[in-house]
């Protein structure tokens, strides 16, 4: 797997730029020569000066090959913090898409195996998995509907359109399952048919806010509806 080097953050801008390999950089704002990267602060040949770090989780997942539509980061913050999940966590997740998720579970857990029937999606998984290096996460080209082989997992996330036919039965007691659906007639579908305890149903919704001297004031666009969380539990 290439390891990305390092992030370049613009000073005045805040633009950030991701540094693949330790030679010479072209950036908008002027060439970055290969020996500016070794320092905390870079200068380009246009005299603009960067912040060079090393990149954490969120610098790369900014930097996902996007196919699909990717779940958004407040959605993924709340399956992260409802659940649980930890660094002894075995988890499985379908379908992965641009890998999102999936990545970001794998960041915290134990192990992540990722169901992508698609073959353009899991050409892009691919893609991104090898972006962030992760070693933890195992990505299978097999239809989830036909069966689940990995058994006492902790965690199972679907993205899917009928998630209701997905056998679950791997799940530990006490273990979790999350749903992810646009829609409510698909959310209603799924309640009726699944044998597990649904705990909750949740809709989140993300407005920034502007403080910037003497202004106070919500921004104007609000990221509204992205989708329903359906979050399960094995119980006895």
């Known amino acids: 797997?290439?390891?990305?080097?390092?992030?370049?953050?613009?000073?005045?801008?805040?633009?950030?730029?991701?540094?693949?390999?330790?030679?010479?950089?072209?950036?908008?704002?002027?060439?970055?020569?290969?020996?500016e990267l070794s320092k905390e602060t870079a200068k380009s040949t246009k005299g603009r000066e960067f912040m060079v770090l090393d990149p954490q989780f969120?610098?790369?997942?900014?930097?996902?090959?996007?196919?699909?539509?990717v779940m958004i980061q407040k959605?993924?913050?709340?399956?992260?913090?409802?659940?649980?999940?930890?660094?002894?966590?075995?988890?499985?997740?379908?379908?992965?898409?641009?890998?999102?998720?999936?990545?970001?579970?794998?960041?915290?857990?134990?192990?992540?195996?990722?169901?992508?029937?698609?073959p353009e999606h899991f050409e892009i998984l691919a893609k991104n998995i090898n972006l962030l290096c992760l070693e933890n996460i195992y990505l299978k080209q097999e239809n989830i509907y036909e069966g689940i082989t990995e058994q006492l997992v902790d965690l199972i996330t679907l993205d899917l359109?009928?998630?209701?036919?997905v056998d679950t039965s791997c799940l530990k007691l006490g273990g979790h399952l999350v749903v992810y659906l646009p829609?409510?007639?698909?959310?209603?579908?799924?309640?009726d048919?699944?044998?597990?305890?649904?705990?909750?149903?949740?809709?989140?919704?993300?407005?920034?806010?502007?403080?910037?001297?003497k202004i106070m004031r919500p921004e104007f666009e609000?990221?509204?509806?992205?989708?329903f969380m359906i979050f399960c539990r094995r119980l006895p």
């Open 1 to 35: 797997m290439r390891k990305v080097k390092k992030i370049l953050i613009e000073k005045k801008t805040g633009q950030k730029f991701l540094v693949k390999e330790l030679e010479d950089f072209h950036t908008n704002f002027g060439l970055i020569q290969k020996e």
């Open 58 to 69: 969120s610098d790369l997942w900014e930097n996902l090959k996007r196919g699909p539509q």
């Open 75 to 118: 959605d993924i913050g709340l399956i992260l913090a409802k659940t649980g999940v930890n660094k002894d966590s075995i988890v499985i997740d379908a379908g992965g898409g641009s890998g999102s998720l999936c990545l970001s579970l794998a960041n915290v857990c134990k192990k992540v195996t990722v169901y992508e029937n698609n």
């Open 161 to 165: 359109p009928e998630p209701w036919l």
């Open 183 to 191: 829609n409510l007639i698909q959310v209603k579908q799924f309640v």
């Open 193 to 213: 048919s699944t044998r597990l305890k649904v705990m909750e149903i949740i809709e989140l919704i993300e407005r920034k806010w502007k403080v910037e001297g």
């Open 222 to 227: 609000m990221l509204g509806h992205t989708g």
